[in-house]
């Protein structure tokens, strides 16, 4: 045995490369065709062939910069630049006649798009637009593009003349090369000299967060609508420059799954046009073809679906064209080979020639179909598609919330928004909150999107309370209407608007500016601001001693919101000759209003210097990142500090967490941590936690790490988490007996897959500062709070009436929610728990609740 062992093993990695080597014969790009010798091939570029090493985002960009010097077929643009410094580019391809006029096609195509009524199909071109790599670790994909673009604008020939006469190719080779770069530095510095296709050795187990994602831990597949990020913003820009009929976004799922060819599963988005389904399955039945000949394995139909607008996928579709979705087998887990499940060797280079194949496909089948999808494209941006009888969506103009950088966000996709110039009542005006209609009235100045124009699709997608689709699992959330996701002031409309109005021309701009400057007494900044919190991240940073104002205040006529930001001259009196003009400044840096008083007497509430205004300090602030924590979570906390309220913390590794005292600290911030943190610390590090809480800490659990901190989880609280009760035992549930087939989607639905449930609000509570007294909580999961006497019960479901404002909850999992509390403030010693336990910032756009982690951190350490 101990002679044969040995041999085994050689055998096997033997196998290995031969099964890599075969690879490189089985997988050739169309040998059959002519090449033009003048156009660069990857592999002359590389010095390597496809497949056999990952390439690092600048070659790839370097690869296509010379396919521009190369050919008069292709051109390359950059669209922005991302957090890391890297840059961001398509290729635009097509003839060289085409080139000559690319302009023209360009915007004639834009044309079409918007004013489909007056504008012919005839003599255009499809525009076809291809997507690689938005996530980082899904890395054949780029490697693929390349040879895409090189098949395209090199292989001689009658075939692809014809396709590049009646198409534009557009190429966006790279997403996301901040996580493509973290994947392949990570992958090249784990591989083996030898090569290693066990799926458990370190080549194929990457490190946290992953190269998934962007700079900020956030999957770019879900920011296509909200552009929180430069990638998106860039991006989309482009892309509203173009307007596809066509795009196809590829990706990368676990290595023992075979090729996912479109259509997806069904039901999918009830407001596109029907004919959509008919083209999905047209592109992939004619990848279909190809595979088949190749041998290539696949499947359609399988369970992904196209309803969230955000995805590489669908919002192509809401902007009228034909989105896809196309998934290799492989992931961060394939490396350069990988024994999948039934004893097969998948290798990079099968990886990067299936995407080639489809792609290539998608050209082919877009050219022999211009027709038909220019035509489809041209209806469904027209009104004649539109479905429903929605004429409009009105946001009140508040500039404090979160509706100019809706409004704003809107904009960059296109959408026509008009102001009222005059006060109007609005018959049958729709409520968000409960669904009922009245006659509203409305002021000059509120915004107006009716739903007649080219972008309804987008639109109502956008902005319907509820999704049209019947109870389904969801692959993803199953809600995103705008105004609960940002907690606006709306109402949509079954009638015309007849008021006046003019057009929204340029984005608009927070207000500023600074009233009654050289204030004798002090300055305040009203903490309702939509910037507030990051005024006093700058206060602090400028040295200012700063209150928080415990109670509401009136002066003049005028109301302050709790938690508003008194500076007083007097507690600042060194800085007595530059406060003004640091006050002047930070309104101007920060885009908030700031008042100057000469008086503390104010007319109601609290005076300026009450012992209601407590002193808030810069505090410092410990966010634990790495496992068991989720990576999106943190990312979003991060990111909500970072960037939106420039507020700086400290990242610390939650196997780092002997290594710090915790007295350094007086805020630590827990991300969502799906199966809770049992086994994460030890029994003297969860007292250690403890004893820093008594002592005056405030430790802040959210999503699965809030639920963790709860009596029943952990015993770190006596907080009590509501549990379904146990059905009597002796009976038995009809459920019990489902088939296996149905298994998936009979539990599936008692999931709570990010449904929006009305909420209500205790904003005199300083977790809740600034906010209004009601808002839409994003619920994943069924965990909530029992609240008592002792605990602050800061936010809840509402007690009463329907309990689901949009999304999908069983009757049960509504029944239950009722009343229970998602924020909640638990004293302990002098320190405090603050509960979040659901998210308060999904992905930057559900971001309605978000001031109360910007308040459990900057304000609860002063309260
Ligand atoms: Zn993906």
């Known amino acids: 045995m101990k002679r044969i062992l040995p041999i085994l093993v050689l055998l096997v990695l033997s196998m290995q490369v031969f099964a890599q080597?075969?690879?490189?014969?089985?997988?050739?790009?169309?040998?059959?065709?002519?090449?033009?010798?003048?156009?660069?091939?990857?592999?002359?570029?590389?010095?390597?062939?496809?497949?056999?090493?990952?390439?690092?985002?600048?070659?790839?960009?370097?690869?296509?910069?010379?396919?521009?010097?190369?050919?008069?077929?292709?051109?390359?643009?950059?669209?922005?630049?991302?957090?890391?410094?890297?840059?961001?580019?398509?290729?635009?391809?097509?003839?060289?006649?085409?080139?000559?006029?690319?302009?023209?096609?360009?915007?004639?195509?834009?044309?079409?798009?918007?004013?489909?009524?007056?504008?012919?199909?005839?003599?255009?071109?499809?525009?076809?637009?291809?997507?690689?790599?938005?996530?980082?670790?899904?890395?054949?994909?780029?490697?693929?593009?390349?040879?895409?673009?090189?098949r395209l604008i090199a292989a001689s020939g009658n075939e692809t003349a014809n396709w590049l006469q009646?198409?534009?190719?557009?190429?966006?080779?790279?997403?996301?090369?901040?996580?493509?770069?973290?994947?392949?530095?990570?992958?090249?510095?784990?591989?083996?000299?030898?090569?290693?296709?066990?799926?458990?050795?370190?080549?194929?187990?990457?490190?946290?967060?992953?190269?998934?994602?962007?700079?900020?831990?956030?999957?770019?597949?879900?920011?296509?609508?909200?552009?929180?990020?430069?990638?998106?913003?860039?991006?989309?820009?482009?892309?509203?420059?173009?307007?596809?009929?066509?795009?196809?976004?590829?990706?990368?799922q676990g290595f023992n799954n075979n090729y996912f060819l479109m259509p997806g599963t069904t039901p999918r988005n009830r407001e596109l046009p029907d004919a959509y389904e008919d083209w999905a399955d047209t592109f992939g039945r004619g990848a279909g073809e190809e595979f088949d000949k190749a041998k290539l394995n696949y499947a359609t139909r399988e369970s992904f679906d196209f309803f969230y607008p955000g995805y590489g996928s669908s919002y192509p579709s809401v902007m009228g064209g034909i989105g896809m979705l196309a998934e290799q087998g492989g992931h961060s887990r394939g490396g350069r080979a990988v024994t999948t499940d039934d004893g097969y060797v998948l290798t990079l280079r099968q990886r990067v020639f299936d995407h080639y194949l489809n792609g290539v496909s998608i050209v082919k089948t877009a050219v022999e179909n211009k027709e038909g999808l220019l035509d489809y494209f041209k209806n469904?941006?027209?009104?004649?598609?539109?479905?429903?009888?929605?004429?409009?969506?009105?946001?009140?103009?508040?500039?404090?919330?979160?509706?100019?950088?809706?409004?704003?966000?809107?904009?960059?996709?296109?959408?026509?928004?008009?102001?009222?110039?005059?006060?109007?009542?609005?018959?049958?005006?729709?409520?968000?909150?409960?669904?009922?209609?009245?006659?509203?009235?409305?002021?000059?100045?509120?915004?107006?999107?009716?739903?007649?124009?080219?972008?309804?699709?987008?639109?109502?997608?956008?902005?319907?309370?509820?999704?049209?689709?019947?109870?389904?699992?969801?692959?993803?959330?199953?809600?995103?209407?705008?105004?609960?996701?940002?907690?606006?002031?709306?109402?949509?409309?079954?009638?015309?608007?007849?008021?006046?109005?003019?057009?929204?021309?340029?984005?608009?701009?927070?207000?500023?500016?600074?009233?009654?400057?050289?204030?004798?007494?002090?300055?305040?900044?009203?903490?309702?601001?939509?910037?507030?919190?990051?005024?006093?991240a700058e206060l602090w940073d400028m040295g200012y001693n700063v209150r928080s104002a415990g109670r509401s205040f009136s002066y003049q006529g005028k109301t302050y919101t709790a938690g508003s930001l008194v500076v007083l001259v007097g507690r600042n009196y060194e800085k007595r000759d530059m406060i003004d003009n640091d006050m002047q400044k930070l309104s101007e840096e920060v885009n908030v209003v700031v008042e100057g008083f000469d008086t503390g007497r104010m007319d109601t509430g609290m005076d300026l210097a009450s012992s209601d205004s407590e002193p808030v300090q810069k505090p410092?602030?410990?966010?634990?990142?790495?496992?068991?924590?989720?990576?999106?979570?943190?990312?979003?906390?991060?990111?909500?500090?970072?960037?939106?309220?420039e507020f700086g913390i400290d990242r610390i590794r939650s196997g780092s967490f002997n290594r710090i005292d915790l007295a350094e600290y007086d805020?630590?911030?827990?991300?969502?941590?799906?199966?809770?943190?049992?086994?994460?610390?030890?029994?003297?590090?969860?007292?250690?936690?403890?004893?820093?809480?008594?002592?005056?800490?405030?430790?802040?659990?959210?999503?699965?790490?809030?639920?963790?901190?709860?009596?029943?989880?952990?015993?770190?609280?006596?907080?009590?988490?509501?549990?379904?009760?146990?059905?009597?035992?002796?009976?038995?549930?009809?459920?019990?007996?489902?088939?296996?087939?149905?298994?998936?989607?009979?539990?599936?639905?008692?999931?709570?897959?990010?449904?929006?449930?009305?909420?209500?609000?205790?904003?005199?509570?300083?977790?809740?500062?600034?906010?209004?007294?009601?808002?839409?909580?994003?619920k994943f999961g069924d965990d909530g709070i029992i609240p008592n006497n002792s605990l602050h019960t800061v936010g809840y479901y509402v007690n009463e009436g329907e309990v689901l404002a949009s999304g999908y909850a069983s009757e049960e999992n509504r029944e239950n929610a009722k009343g229970k509390a998602f924020a909640a403030v638990h004293n302990m010693g002098s320190g405090k728990v603050v509960f979040l336990l659901d998210n308060t910032q999904y992905r930057m756009f559900w971001v309605g609740p978000s001031r109360m982690v910007q308040n459990a951190v900057m304000l609860l350490p002063g309260f």
Do not use: C
């Open 380 to 536: 469904s941006v027209s009104q004649s598609s539109q479905k429903g009888n929605t004429r409009a969506y009105i946001l009140k103009n508040n500039a404090n919330d979160y509706t100019y950088q809706v409004v704003n966000m809107l904009r960059k996709h296109n959408v026509q928004i008009e102001r009222a110039t005059e006060d109007f009542n609005q018959r049958n005006s729709y409520s968000y909150w409960d669904g009922g209609s009245s006659t509203r009235s409305f002021e000059a100045g509120d915004f107006i999107i009716k739903t007649d124009q080219p972008k309804h699709l987008f639109v109502n997608t956008l902005f319907r309370k509820q999704l049209q689709i019947g109870d389904s699992v969801m692959y993803d959330m199953s809600t995103w209407s705008v105004p609960l996701a940002y907690n606006l002031d709306a109402a949509w409309t079954t009638n015309g608007v007849g008021v006046s109005t003019e057009m929204v021309s340029e984005d608009l701009v927070y207000p500023s500016g600074i009233d009654n400057n050289n204030a004798e007494y002090a300055y305040v900044i009203d903490w309702k601001q939509r910037h507030a919190p990051k005024a006093l």
């Open 166 to 252: 009646n198409s534009v190719v557009i190429i966006d080779p790279m997403i996301n090369p901040d996580g493509r770069d973290r994947y392949v530095y990570w992958y090249k510095s784990s591989r083996a000299n030898i090569l290693n296709t066990d799926a458990n050795d370190l080549e194929h187990d990457e490190i946290w967060p992953g190269g998934r994602t962007n700079h900020y831990w956030f999957d770019l597949n879900r920011d296509w609508v909200w552009l929180v990020h430069p990638e998106s913003q860039g991006r989309i820009a482009a892309y509203q420059e173009w307007m596809p009929q066509v795009h196809m976004d590829f990706h990368e």
């Open 21 to 150: 080597q075969d690879a490189f014969e089985r997988f050739q790009f169309h040998p059959d065709l002519n090449y033009d010798q003048d156009i660069t091939s990857p592999q002359e570029f590389l010095g390597y062939e496809l497949g056999a090493e990952y390439t690092f985002h600048h070659q790839v960009m370097d690869y296509f910069k010379q396919l521009d010097e190369e050919s008069d077929k292709l051109s390359f643009h950059k669209y922005g630049t991302t957090y890391e410094g890297r840059d961001l580019y398509y290729a635009v391809i097509s003839s060289e006649d085409n080139m000559g006029n690319i302009e023209a096609i360009r915007t004639a195509n834009v044309e079409l798009a918007n004013n489909p009524e007056s504008t012919s199909t005839e003599d255009k071109p499809v525009v076809v637009w291809m997507s690689y790599n938005v996530h980082g670790n899904e890395a054949s994909s780029s490697e693929s593009a390349m040879q895409t673009a090189y």
């Open 620 to 645: 410092k602030v410990a966010l634990m990142i790495d496992s068991p924590f989720s990576s999106y979570t943190a990312g979003q906390l991060w990111f909500l500090f970072d960037q939106w309220t």
């Open 667 to 778: 805020v630590i911030l827990m991300p969502g941590a799906w199966g809770g943190l049992n086994g994460v610390w030890s029994e003297s590090q969860i007292e250690d936690l403890k004893s820093w809480v008594r002592n005056g800490g405030v430790l802040i659990g959210t999503e699965g790490s809030g639920s963790w901190l709860t009596k029943d989880r952990s015993g770190f609280t006596n907080v009590e988490l509501f549990e379904a009760e146990d059905e009597d035992s002796t009976e038995i549930d009809d459920k019990a007996y489902t088939r296996y087939e149905d298994r998936e989607d009979v539990f599936g639905l008692e999931r709570i897959p990010g449904s929006a449930f009305k909420a209500i609000v205790d904003n005199s509570n300083p977790l809740a500062f600034g906010l209004p007294d009601r808002l839409y909580s994003l």
